[in-house]
């Protein structure tokens, strides 16, 4: 070899040698800017969303069933071609097994239903989550109860059934019909029928269902939902006359919105799949009945919602605008709201049980039973409380004399009592605790206390005996001024109650107004002008000239309210005391804005919380948090006397 040819060939492989270092400093480059595989750290947020998005939660697909996808190369045809997809997906299932797919097409099933509106894919979802869930093999459920995909399939199937059987607008509630009928499938057919025992609740026929999952509440700080099986709804009862007797019927309110769960129940849906040919049961539980069921031998908890459910019975609830007019209008409400049910003021939340410790809500002035909401929707939501109490709520025409509208009170407990119990065999209804807010206190004391001829002998010089009344107007004034321990009342609870006077009361301007613009019950004052006529009676001639209202009788000054703080409540039945004072200063010089500490205080509770908030704080969590306390105890010491 040459020296010119050495040369030349040195330069060559020099020339190679340096494009070599190029293209290796160029993919060094390029690697230190992106590898083809690499990772991307992200927020623990993040990290979890991105691990936990599905159909229900993002309107897309879980990484579960991209899974699928990705591995059948149907990931970009999903997107134009989503029902080809699925049904390519559901021909290639498998008898038995097949999980991943069977998840896949519950929620790619779903994805599609609500991107098109077509029902029929809604119950496709149901369809699949169910076998899934329930394959009807003996082999049950194959996902691990750590894999998040079972608990999103329990959802899946909830969302099917409530969407696939719903008829709504943009917008609107979501009303699901409950009928049975042919439905179609993507695949196939669905034959329903329907179990109608579950249709009726309390006497009355459950009618418009409507999905709570569509409804977002408000007003409520917490919302009670149990996770299970099923769509939650919320249903309507009946409006008139309950369609069967059933005890109690009377004394639940036009309006209630009971929580049920409907279940579609499929037979041998894993097998039907194939053959495209299904049947399945609707079914419907009310969720103070029924708890869990049974499928394939085993019980299932079964979803239930009941605070959306109160929340929407509340919702433009006409309970909000007549609490004014209550107080203005005597009659108002024994006079209009209650000529469709019971005549007496007294509602109950559920249909009486054989069991269940009746807690009674007396709200205040010119309020109503809407504002214990809170506190119901917070101790129904504990089963300790919800499985041993049954809530009943007192409405009454706040204006009217408190003496008088005790007498309703305790006349109503006293009427119900004989219709739920006439032979006196359910104990839990002699255990009773009466819980009174404001005005509601006033009442809620007078079930406890024994005060003789005081009441009469404030209004009149002469003898009851000696009045010549009519049987009418003579039991009038028998159960509004002479009182008695009700039996059954076996512990009161007191919410900023003035026992001592209301401040406002305390003011002539105030009396004034009111007595102005309240107008009284004609029954009150026919009444007091017959005693008045028949006996001559000074004091009850001087009533007439101004009959007292309900805020006379909380001035701190009227005969009649120092009487009544001038009464105990009888040790053998415990009093608890919770008193609302504003500000940070001593609880004893200070107030709510309406009553003050002093006012609020009896000696004889054996128990008496302090909350800082203002007098309407009945739904604050430490008022709350102290009546559940106090009905707990209240149980406990009921146990200790059962034991014994």
């Given at each position: 070899?040459?020296?010119?040819?050495?040369?030349?060939?040195?330069?060559?492989?020099?020339?190679?040698?340096?494009?070599?270092?190029?293209?290796?400093?160029?993919?060094?480059?390029?690697?230190?800017?992106?590898?083809?595989?690499?990772?991307?750290?992200?927020?623990?947020?993040?990290?979890?969303?991105?691990?936990?998005?599905?159909?229900?939660?993002?309107?897309?697909?879980?990484?579960?069933?991209?899974?699928?996808?990705?591995?059948?190369?149907?990931?970009?045809?999903?997107?134009?071609?989503?029902?080809?997809?699925?049904?390519?997906?559901?021909?290639?299932?498998?008898?038995?097994?097949?999980?991943?797919?069977?998840?896949?097409?519950?929620?790619?099933?779903?994805?599609?239903?609500?991107?098109?509106?077509?029902?029929?894919?809604?119950?496709?979802?149901?369809?699949?989550?169910?076998?899934?869930?329930?394959?009807?093999?003996?082999?049950?459920?194959?996902?691990?109860?750590?894999?998040?995909?079972?608990?999103?399939?329990?959802?899946?199937?909830?969302?099917?059934?409530?969407?696939?059987?719903?008829?709504?607008?943009?917008?609107?509630?979501?009303?699901?019909?409950?009928?049975?009928?042919?439905?179609?499938?993507?695949?196939?057919?669905?034959?329903?029928?329907?179990?109608?025992?579950?249709?009726?609740?309390?006497?009355?026929?459950?009618?418009?269902?409507?999905?709570?999952?569509?409804?977002?509440?408000?007003?409520?700080?917490?919302?009670?939902?149990?996770?299970?099986?099923?769509?939650?709804?919320?249903?309507?009862?009946?409006?008139?006359?309950?369609?069967?007797?059933?005890?109690?019927?009377?004394?639940?309110?036009?309006?209630?919105?009971?929580?049920?769960?409907?279940?579609?129940?499929?037979?041998?849906a894993r097998a039907g799949l194939a053959g495209g040919k299904l049947d399945a049961q609707l079914e419907v539980y009310a969720n103070?009945?029924?708890?869990?069921?049974?499928?394939?031998?085993?019980?299932?908890?079964?979803?239930?919602?009941?605070?959306?459910?109160?929340?929407?019975?509340?919702?433009?609830?006409?309970?909000?605008?007549?609490?004014?007019?209550?107080?203005?209008?005597?009659?108002?409400?024994?006079?209009?709201?209650?000529?469709?049910?019971?005549?007496?003021?007294?509602?109950?939340?559920?249909?009486?049980?054989?069991?269940?410790?009746?807690?009674?809500?007396?709200?205040?002035?010119?309020?109503?039973?809407?504002?214990?909401?809170?506190?119901?929707?917070?101790?129904?939501?504990?089963?300790?409380?919800?499985?041993?109490?049954?809530?009943?709520?007192?409405?009454?025409?706040?204006?009217?004399?408190?003496?008088?509208?005790?007498?309703?009170?305790?006349?109503?407990?006293?009427?119900?009592?004989?219709?739920?119990?006439?032979?006196?065999?359910?104990?839990?209804?002699?255990?009773?605790?009466?819980?009174?807010?404001?005005?509601?206190?006033?009442?809620?004391?007078?079930?406890?206390?024994?005060?003789?001829?005081?009441?009469?002998?404030?209004?009149?010089?002469?003898?009851?005996?000696?009045?010549?009344?009519?049987?009418?107007?003579?039991?009038?004034?028998?159960?509004?001024?002479?009182?008695?321990?009700?039996?059954?009342?076996?512990?009161?609870?007191?919410?900023?109650?003035?026992?001592?006077?209301?401040?406002?009361?305390?003011?002539?301007?105030?009396?004034?107004?009111?007595?102005?613009?309240?107008?009284?019950?004609?029954?009150?004052?026919?009444?007091?002008?017959?005693?008045?006529?028949?006996?001559?009676?000074?004091?009850?001639?001087?009533?007439?000239?101004?009959?007292?209202?309900?805020?006379?009788?909380?001035?701190?000054?009227?005969?009649?309210?120092?009487?009544?703080?001038?009464?105990?409540?009888?040790?053998?039945?415990?009093?608890?005391?919770?008193?609302?004072?504003?500000?940070?200063?001593?609880?004893?010089?200070?107030?709510?804005?309406?009553?003050?500490?002093?006012?609020?205080?009896?000696?004889?509770?054996?128990?008496?919380?302090?909350?800082?908030?203002?007098?309407?704080?009945?739904?604050?969590?430490?008022?709350?948090?102290?009546v559940r306390r106090i009905l707990l105890e209240h149980l406990a010491a009921q146990n200790v006397l059962n034991a014994h």
């Amino acid at each position: 070899m040459t020296k010119f040819a050495f040369s030349l060939k040195k330069s060559h492989i020099f020339a190679d040698f340096s494009k070599l270092i190029v293209i290796s400093l160029i993919a060094l480059v390029v690697q230190g800017c992106a590898t083809p595989v690499g990772i991307k750290p992200v927020s623990i947020q993040t990290g979890y969303q991105l691990n936990t998005v599905s159909a229900l939660s993002a309107g897309q697909p879980s990484e579960a069933s991209k899974t699928v996808l990705r591995r059948n190369g149907l990931m970009d045809r999903f997107e134009t071609e989503p029902a080809v997809v699925l049904a390519e997906l559901h021909a290639g299932l498998e008898p038995v097994g097949d999980e991943n797919q069977l998840f896949a097409l519950a929620e790619l099933s779903l994805l599609h239903a609500k991107n098109t509106g077509d029902r029929s894919y809604f119950l496709a979802s149901a369809v699949y989550a169910w076998s899934l869930l329930f394959p009807g093999d003996d082999s049950g459920v194959q996902l691990a109860a750590s894999d998040p995909r079972l608990r999103l399939t329990y959802d899946l199937y909830n969302q099917g059934l409530a969407q696939g059987l719903a008829t709504s607008r943009e917008g609107e509630e979501i009303e699901v019909q409950l009928k049975p009928g042919k439905y179609k499938l993507p695949f196939g057919t669905l034959n329903i029928t329907l179990d109608k025992s579950g249709l009726s609740w309390g006497g009355y026929q459950l009618e418009r269902f409507v999905s709570t999952t569509s409804l977002a509440i408000r007003g409520l700080r917490n919302r009670y939902r149990s996770p299970g099986l099923g769509a939650a709804l919320a249903a309507s009862i009946s409006t008139g006359p309950a369609s069967a007797k059933v005890v109690g019927s009377e004394r639940l309110g036009p309006r209630t919105k009971v929580p049920v769960t409907a279940i579609l129940r499929f037979r041998q849906a894993r097998a039907g799949l194939a053959g495209g040919k299904l049947d399945a049961q609707l079914e419907v539980y009310a969720n103070d009945r029924v708890r869990t069921i049974n499928v394939d031998g085993k019980q299932q908890p079964i979803e239930s919602d009941p605070t959306a459910a109160l929340a929407y019975q509340l919702n433009d609830s006409p309970l909000y605008a007549l609490e004014i007019s209550n107080f203005l209008s005597g009659g108002t409400i024994t006079g209009q709201l209650l000529k469709d049910r019971t005549q007496d003021g007294l509602f109950t939340l559920h249909p009486y049980r054989t069991g269940k410790i009746p807690l009674v809500l007396v709200h205040g002035t010119a309020s109503s039973p809407a504002r214990w909401a809170e506190l119901i929707n917070e101790l129904e939501g504990d089963p300790r409380i919800r499985e041993k109490f049954e809530i009943w709520l007192f409405l009454y025409d706040s204006g009217n004399p408190i003496s008088y509208s005790a007498g309703l009170l305790r006349g109503a407990l006293t009427n119900a009592l004989h219709e739920f119990d006439p032979e006196g065999k359910d104990p839990a209804l002699q255990n009773m605790v009466v819980v009174g807010h404001s005005q509601g206190g006033l009442l809620t004391k007078m079930t406890a206390i024994d005060n003789g001829v005081r009441f009469w002998n404030n209004i009149s010089n002469k003898s009851f005996d000696e009045i010549h009344v009519d049987p009418e107007t003579r039991a009038l004034l028998q159960r509004s001024l002479f009182f008695k321990p009700l039996p059954f009342v076996k512990r009161v609870i007191f919410i900023s109650t003035p026992h001592h006077g209301a401040m406002l009361a305390a003011r002539q301007w105030v009396t004034g107004l009111a007595a102005r613009f309240v107008t009284l019950p004609q029954t009150v004052i026919r009444g007091i002008a017959e005693a008045a006529t028949a006996t001559g009676d000074e004091k009850l001639t001087a009533i007439l000239d101004r009959l007292p209202t309900a805020i006379d009788n909380m001035n701190p000054n009227n005969p009649g309210l120092k009487i009544l703080a001038a009464i105990p409540i009888p040790p053998q039945i415990p009093a608890h005391s919770i008193i609302a004072v504003k500000g940070d200063g001593p609880k004893e010089e200070g107030d709510d804005g309406v009553v003050t500490y002093q006012s609020a205080h009896i000696e004889e509770a054996i128990s008496e919380k302090v909350v800082r908030w203002d007098h309407s704080c009945q739904g604050q969590p430490e008022v709350i948090e102290e009546v559940r306390r106090i009905l707990l105890e209240h149980l406990a010491a009921q146990n200790v006397l059962n034991a014994h």
